[in-house]
């Protein structure tokens, strides 16, 4: 593989990650706004697993989302950075 095929391959994953994280954002949006939707209707023990599935899901959702995905794509913005730079001397 060529550098500017790798330049291609690289610059095609970040933005398939921005898109990945921007649906991981508003997946996580829409599962809090339906969790709060059902708040005061469900009250079962069903619920309460319920619930520590979903707090264990959003507070891996929130970590992902609040800081990992940022620098993933920063980092990818950087070799791509310096690659094209490397490239096209940019």
């Not at 990945?20 to 969790?35: N, S």
């Not at 709060?36 to 520590?52: K, M, P, V």
């Not at 599935?53 to 959003?58: K, M, T």
């Amino acid at each position: 593989m060529s550098l500017d095929e790798t330049y291609e391959a690289l610059n095609h994953f970040a933005r398939a990650l921005a898109r990945f994280d921007e649906q991981v954002r508003v997946g996580r949006a829409q599962i809090r706004e339906r969790h709060d939707a059902i708040d005061a209707i469900w009250t079962d023990s069903l619920r309460r697993q319920y619930d520590q599935a979903i707090e264990s899901l959003d507070k891996q959702l929130a970590e992902y989302a609040d800081s990992h995905s940022e620098r993933f794509e920063a980092f990818l913005d950087a070799k791509l950075s310096q690659l094209r730079s490397y490239l096209h001397g940019e």
